[in-house]
């Protein structure tokens, strides 16, 4: 009876040992996200409610980040197609965007506007320029209006100058102010009106404001005009007309000479105060970027149309010729000042353009006069091009 109870006690105890090892089997083992929910004290409908609203803000941050790279995208592909593929009028009215999608300093900028008159003398060959008034111009100073004042002059006669009052602290300025310009009939058609308004600073660089550009050619002057006129960016380069010279070359290698003669020249830039020029012609050589040998032809007194057919020969040996600068000047002549240079070119094998194919056709027809009309370029443009160096006289073999 002993040995049964004795082995009934010892096979007892294994039965808990299982239940035991089922229970730890199924509390050991539980779900990641359910083993954080049980150490958070807060009742399951509250963790799911943080949850979903939770969801919600997510879901609404990446529709938001969606909805700006769709419209920045659209933004972009309207202004590429405007800048870049608008050919003419027609086209710009059809792909133009609306003006809230352009973004600012695409669309030009309003300046304002100003009313002039103008009126042409055939008989007096005068004409006479109204500046009215200006209205809506650009604030330019810091306290939001301007102080502008209007300079008025023809691109044929760039040194005559005039300019109204300057009127302090206005965006709409009355100016009725009247000037006159002597200015031919033959030389209407091929200048250019400029009205360009300002702003007056006292301590520094007077602002431009905008201008009108009005081509006398494009103008009806047998009526008094009358009119407003909006106004557009300055252009930034005036390009002034200083005038054209013909002259004509020939080479004969046999010889070594170079013939030049002077033929004339028209619509030179005027130099005195009268409206004339008093001009002459210098013809200059220059070897390897020095100035080498110069002749000059007689003056031409009070005209801008000189007819010089003057003859100029220089001795160049053929072995020279590609390095020869061939420089043509024209000059005022003052008696009491200075003579002022009003234009040049340069032709030789450093040439551009029409002055290149001048001296090419030379050297390519030995012996025969080759003539062509030249316009006068900037002193300044020439000379840098020319890059010259000090004066020097070169001996030549066998003269």
């Given at each position: 009876?002993?040995n049964k109870m004795s082995s009934k ?63 920045k995208k659209k933004h972009k592909k ?322």
């Open positions: 009876m002993a006690s010892s096979t007892a105890p294994p039965a808990p040992s299982t239940a035991t090892a089922t229970t730890a089997l199924s509390t050991a083992n539980p779900g990641f996200i359910d083993g954080i929910i049980n150490k958070i004290p807060l009742p399951k409908w509250a963790l799911i409610a943080i949850a979903v609203v939770a969801g919600l803000l997510l879901i609404l941050f990446i529709i938001c980040i969606i909805k700006c790279c769709c419209c309207k202004e590429k197609l405007n800048l870049q593929n608008v050919n003419g009028s027609t086209t710009a009215s059809l792909v133009q965007p609306d003006m809230e999608d352009l973004e600012p300093g695409l669309e030009d900028e309003k300046r304002g506007r100003l009313q002039y008159s103008l009126e042409y003398n055939f008989r007096s060959q005068e004409m006479k320029v109204g500046v009215k008034q200006a209205a809506d111009l650009k604030a330019m100073d810091s306290s939001g209006t301007s102080d502008p004042y209007v300079i008025v002059y023809l691109t044929s006669d760039m040194r005559k100058k005039y300019e109204t009052k300057v009127f302090r602290k206005t965006l709409n300025p009355v100016f009725n102010e009247t000037f006159t310009f002597q200015i031919p009939q033959a030389e209407v058609s091929e200048s250019t009106l400029v009205m360009q308004i300002y702003d007056f600073n006292r301590f520094t660089k007077h602002d431009i404001m905008g201008e009108v550009r009005l081509p006398l050619g494009d103008i009806d002057l047998q009526h008094v005009i009358e009119q407003w006129h909006e106004l557009t960016a300055a252009s930034k380069i005036e390009q002034e007309r200083l005038g054209e010279i013909c002259f004509s070359l020939r080479y004969v290698p046999s010889t070594s000479k170079l013939t030049v003669v002077v033929l004339e020249a028209k619509k030179l830039k005027k130099m005195d105060s009268s409206g004339l020029s008093d001009p002459f012609v210098k013809v200059q050589l220059i070897l390897n970027k020095k100035k080498w040998k110069k002749k000059k032809t007689q003056v031409k007194k009070s005209t801008l149309s000189p007819y010089f057919n003057e003859v100029f020969t220089f001795e160049v040996p053929f072995n020279q010729i590609q390095n020869i600068d061939l420089v043509i000047s024209v000059w005022d002549h003052d008696k009491v000042t200075k003579n002022e240079q009003i234009g040049k070119v340069f032709l030789g094998c450093r040439a551009t353009g029409n002055q290149l194919r001048h001296w090419s056709d030379m050297l390519a027809n030995p012996r025969r006069p080759i003539a062509q009309w030249h316009s006068l370029q900037p002193v300044e443009e020439v000379d840098n091009a020319l890059g010259l160096k000090s004066h020097f006289k070169l001996p030549l073999p066998g003269k």
